[in-house]
């Protein structure tokens, strides 16, 4: 039985639990007999052994129960047959259990009872020193629980259930690890790219928010939207060389791109010289202050950008190449999010009317755009919601009211000049 399966048992045995220490069986030498310092009495009605305990027999074994450094850790082969009349006569006289062991289907519940706890366990942990206090616990539970049942007579297995917990969770841990790894790179090849490392950190700690096995999950939310495109760009792009043109439109971009990312959004795709960016996505927002923070980081990095772009004409200017304008466009409202394609080629993106309501003010009355490239290179245009989300911290213009193109409500419009 137990630990002694298959073994060769060469008769009936049973099991010993050494519930009675040898030091309490009582022991009397030769020496006190012949002095005659024994009574009758104390033999009376008791089986009584003789044995040899000189050391020169060797006849001499290791117990559970002589562990104790101080004293002799073997016992007497006459006192092992003490020990085995005493539990035989408890068990007769049913003051005690003999030791019995669990059924073999019970040993296998017992390791399947930890392998299951061990995938449970491990695949809610959140970090590796959570893990190793799991384990360890772990190990205490099953070391514990045996050895209380072995006092009560039940000896259960201890190593193969305390294996199987740890590989179980090993193997839970790494398969949970190589798929947080898959879902991450995933995401973070959607947002990565055009984010800040604090965005992005965000964006992974919450990604159970608003996606499914690395996969971005339609839902409504509310966010701020920004496009902005450059002034006569297609008259321009037929004045450079290809080379030229590109080199100067990735100049603009490396300067424009950061600016989203270090204000809180990200780009969400680019056409050729326009950029379409959002802010409060894809981490979905939960309050009032934080659809506030996202529409106040769109407006300063539109206001960023008019900077910017001032700087670049200047240096332009000076090594001969084209200046341009910028028209921005900033919306805030209700839009839908969500991917589309497949694992392979996935992309992220947002639909809705606060999507169509900020491109339209990217292109408003074009015609009438002048801007002024080394002070005011862009214009800034921002839709009624949006101005109950920024509060007094900017100087705006109003524009009245306007049906804009595929819009059958008038919009009223206003121009962000400056920060105050």
């Known amino acids: 039985d137990g630990g002694y399966v298959n073994a060769e048992a060469n008769g009936y045995q049973f099991l010993l639990d050494f519930c009675k220490p040898s030091?309490?069986?009582?022991?009397y030498t030769l020496k006190q007999f012949r002095q005659e310092k024994t009574k009758i009495e104390?033999?009376?009605?008791?089986?009584?052994?003789?044995?040899?305990?000189?050391?020169?027999?060797?006849?001499?074994?290791?117990?559970?129960?002589?562990?104790?450094?101080?004293?002799?850790?073997?016992?007497?082969?006459?006192?092992?047959h003490a020990a085995i009349i005493d539990q035989l006569l408890r068990v007769a006289q049913n003051k005690s259990l003999p030791i019995t062991t669990a059924a073999d289907w019970q040993e296998k519940l017992w390791i399947l009872i930890w392998i299951l706890l061990g995938v449970f366990i491990s695949q809610r942990s959140s970090s590796l020193s959570q893990l190793v206090m799991i384990w360890?616990?772990?190990?205490?539970?099953?070391?514990?629980?045996?050895?209380?049942?072995?006092?009560?007579?039940?000896w259960l297995i201890v190593v193969?259930?305390?294996?199987?917990?740890?590989?179980?969770?090993?193997?839970a841990t790494a398969q949970k690890s190589t798929q947080e790894k898959r879902m991450?790179?995933?995401?973070?090849?959607?947002?990565?790219?055009?984010?800040?490392?604090?965005?992005?950190k965000d964006i992974w700690q919450k990604h159970e928010l608003f996606s499914t096995e690395g996969r971005p999950r339609p839902q409504q939310t509310t966010a701020t939207i920004m496009f902005t495109d450059l002034q006569h760009f297609t008259a321009l792009s037929e004045m450079l060389e290809p080379a030229a043109l590109f080199d100067w439109l990735n100049e603009y971009l490396a300067g424009m791109?950061?600016?989203v990312a270090n204000h809180g959004g990200?780009?969400?795709?680019?056409?050729?010289?326009?950029?379409?960016?959002?802010?409060?996505?894809?981490?979905?927002?939960?309050?009032?202050?934080?659809?506030?923070?996202?529409?106040?980081?769109?407006?300063?990095?539109?206001?960023?950008?008019?900077?910017?772009?001032?700087?670049l004409n200047k240096q332009w200017k000076q090594r001969g190449l084209p200046t341009v304008g910028m028209?921005?466009?900033?919306?805030?409202?209700?839009?839908?999010?969500?991917?589309?394609?497949?694992?392979e080629r996935m992309e992220y993106t947002v639909h809705g009317d606060t999507v169509n309501t900020a491109a339209r003010l990217e292109s408003y009355n074009k015609p009438e755009f002048h801007p002024n490239h080394f002070k005011q290179p862009c214009r800034i245009l921002i839709d009624e919601p949006l101005i109950d989300y920024l509060g007094h911290g900017f100087r705006l213009e109003c524009l009245g009211k306007t049906q804009l193109r595929g819009k059958t409500d008038n919009v009223k419009i206003y121009r962000v000049t400056e920060k105050i």
């Not at 991450?184 to 992005?200: C, G, Y």
């Open 23 to 27: 030091k309490l069986i009582p022991r």
């Open 327 to 343: 028209r921005i466009g900033i919306a805030s409202g209700q839009i839908a999010t969500g991917s589309i394609g497949d694992f």
């Open 136 to 154: 360890t616990a772990g190990l205490v539970a099953i070391s514990g629980l045996s050895l209380y049942l072995f006092t009560q007579g039940l």
């Open 42 to 80: 104390d033999f009376r009605d008791k089986i009584v052994l003789i044995g040899v305990v000189a050391e020169s027999v060797k006849d001499f074994y290791y117990t559970p129960c002589n562990r104790d450094s101080t004293e002799n850790t073997q016992v007497s082969g006459v006192m092992m």
């Open 184 to 200: 991450r790179t995933q995401l973070m090849n959607l947002f990565s790219k055009h984010v800040s490392p604090e965005v992005a």
């Open 266 to 311: 990200i780009v969400i795709r680019f056409f050729g010289d326009a950029i379409f960016a959002g802010f409060g996505i894809p981490v979905p927002r939960t309050s009032v202050d934080e659809i506030r923070q996202d529409a106040n980081h769109a407006v300063c990095c539109a206001l960023a950008m008019n900077e910017k772009l001032a700087q």
């Open 160 to 171: 193969t259930p305390a294996t199987a917990w740890l590989l179980s969770s090993i193997l």
């Open 257 to 259: 791109t950061p600016l």
